[in-house]
């Protein structure tokens, strides 16, 4: 039975992208390194980005093309993992543990896996080379009520150099598939077109 209804946002998971390029052939090959939980998931919202070219012609729309763009959006979160800050956005640690953020680096693209909830079963994501911005810094002094703030980057999915930009479990996954989601980024087996 599928889903009639979707709902919620939670087990967000993130791998560094590495592009290997070879000298030779120059085809590039893509691998992931571990896939980390990024625990506190508030709201994600990755909205299609395309451009859509028209052609007119005997006074009607004669040819209609959409191009796509991969995704961009917000994610907002509790609170960013160390390890996230390290070796996606590029900042450091200096000798006293403290985080360094400076201009001579720059941010490396990662997988973002996540799962929504459904009625029957939980549908999950993955898209294969995101970037994100540097963290939003958002803060509010404490008054009567608590209120926490949530942490927000943009992220932006493109495609990889083969097109591949996102895949999601459907009503008949593979059982292995669906239970090892989270244990390596999953490539699809699609025939080249």
Same mark, same amino acid.
């Given at each position: 039975?599928?889903?009639?209804?979707?709902?919620?946002?939670? $087990? @967000?998971?993130?791998?560094? #992208?590495?592009?290997?390029?070879?000298?030779?052939? +120059?085809?590039?090959?893509?691998?992931?390194?571990?896939?980390?939980?990024?625990?506190?998931?508030?709201?994600?919202?990755?909205?299609?980005?395309?451009? @859509?070219?028209?052609?007119?012609?005997?006074?009607?729309?004669?040819? @209609?093309?959409?191009?796509?763009?991969?995704?961009? +959006?917000?994610?907002?979160?509790?609170?960013?993992?160390?390890?996230?800050?390290? $070796?996606?956005?590029?900042? =450091? &640690?200096?000798?006293?543990?403290?985080?360094?953020?400076?201009?001579?680096?720059? =941010?490396?693209?990662?997988? #973002?896996?996540?799962?929504?909830?459904?009625?029957?079963?939980? %549908?999950?994501?993955?898209?294969? &080379?995101?970037?994100?911005? %540097?963290? &939003?810094?958002?803060?509010?002094?404490?008054?009567?009520?608590?209120?926490?703030?949530? +942490?927000?980057?943009? !992220? =932006?999915? !493109?495609? %990889?150099?083969?097109?591949?930009?996102?895949?999601?479990?459907?009503?008949?996954?593979?059982?292995?598939?669906?239970?090892?989601?989270?244990?390596? @980024?999953?490539?699809?087996? !699609?025939?080249?077109?």
């Amino acid at each position: 039975m599928a889903n009639k209804i979707m709902y919620g946002l939670k $087990n @967000v998971h993130y791998a560094k #992208l590495t592009e290997t390029t070879d000298p030779i052939s +120059g085809e590039v090959t893509y691998s992931y390194g571990t896939v980390k939980a990024w625990p506190g998931a508030v709201s994600l919202s990755l909205e299609p980005q395309s451009d @859509v070219l028209k052609e007119y012609a005997d006074d009607v729309e004669w040819y @209609v093309q959409e191009s796509n763009n991969g995704y961009e +959006g917000d994610f907002e979160y509790e609170v960013m993992p160390e390890d996230f800050r390290e $070796n996606i956005l590029g900042e =450091t &640690k200096d000798s006293k543990n403290v985080f360094v953020e400076t201009n001579l680096v720059s =941010t490396t693209y990662f997988a #973002l896996l996540f799962e929504i909830n459904g009625d029957v079963a939980k %549908r999950r994501n993955a898209f294969y &080379k995101c970037s994100a911005t %540097r963290e &939003k810094n958002d803060a509010k002094t404490k008054s009567e009520n608590i209120e926490a703030t949530h +942490g927000t980057v943009t !992220i =932006t999915a !493109i495609s %990889r150099g083969d097109g591949l930009i996102k895949s999601s479990t459907g009503e008949n996954v593979n059982a292995s598939v669906y239970n090892n989601w989270y244990s390596t @980024v999953y490539e699809p087996q !699609i025939a080249s077109t």
